[in-house]
């Protein structure tokens, strides 16, 4: 079947630009996931979702950043007044019950210049 | 300190040989241990799900958990080149808790 969809793959904008991210999770995964990843950091937990409704946000590293999830499915990262620091690749993973089994996406590669 | 510990490496080996790779953890709650595979450009894959302490055989590899020690082991052997990628580490304390993720060991097999 098919896996964990983002997009777009890569992303260039402008520092100040906003951009948004889209996550197409596994059909009937409850639970969603975004992380970051920036060379030689591993992986930074940003926010999780259960249904649409977002338990854990703390890994949100400012206000720029937001997410949410519509239906259950589809979610959309947005980074408003984007900085340099910004750039990275943002992966989305998501879970059926078992909440370890993570199915991760392609990830999407920003670049803020 | 991290949660999870985990040597970055670059760890380099010769194709057939048996491959060590390791993490440390802090939290004696951790009941969860899953090694994941990334590959260059890719997301993580599940490799290993391994609960609680013991060990876990999958084809050529092979993970084990001291809880003893908070100690997390996965061995390959019979290395090949297609096993070159980054290897990531995790846990957590239960079903509801998210993942605490290690940096990741790179490791290269050469042909």
């Known amino acids: 079947g098919a896996g964990v969809s983002q997009s777009p793959s890569n992303k260039v904008t402008e520092k100040g630009k906003d951009v948004e991210l889209r996550c197409d999770p596994i059909s009937g995964h409850t639970a969603l996931y975004w992380y970051r990843q920036s060379l030689g950091q591993g992986l930074e937990f940003l926010i999780y979702f259960q249904g649409n409704s977002a338990p854990d946000k703390s890994g949100l590293p400012s206000d720029r950043f937001s997410a949410e999830r519509t239906g259950g499915s589809v979610s959309t990262l947005t980074i408003q007044r984007t900085q340099q620091e910004d750039s990275a690749v943002y992966l989305c993973?998501?879970?059926?019950?078992?909440?370890?089994?993570?199915?991760f996406g392609p990830g999407t590669r920003l670049t803020v210049t | 300190q991290k949660e999870v510990e985990q040597d970055p490496g670059p760890l380099s080996v010769p194709e057939g040989a048996i491959v060590s790779l390791n993490c440390t953890y802090s939290?004696?709650?951790?009941?969860?241990f899953m090694w994941y595979r990334q590959y260059s450009r890719k997301g993580p894959e599940l490799l290993m799900y391994t609960y609680s302490s013991g060990n876990k055989e999958d084809g050529r590899f092979t993970a084990q958990v001291d809880k003893s020690s908070k100690y997390i082991s996965l061995f390959i052997r019979d290395s090949q080149p297609s096993d070159s990628a980054t290897y990531l580490c995790a846990s957590n304390a239960g079903n509801n808790r998210k993942l605490i993720w290690g940096l990741g060991t790179s490791l290269a097999v050469n042909p």
């Open positions: 939290n004696s709650a951790f009941q969860y």
């Open positions: 993973a998501s879970s059926s019950t078992r909440l370890q089994e993570q199915y």
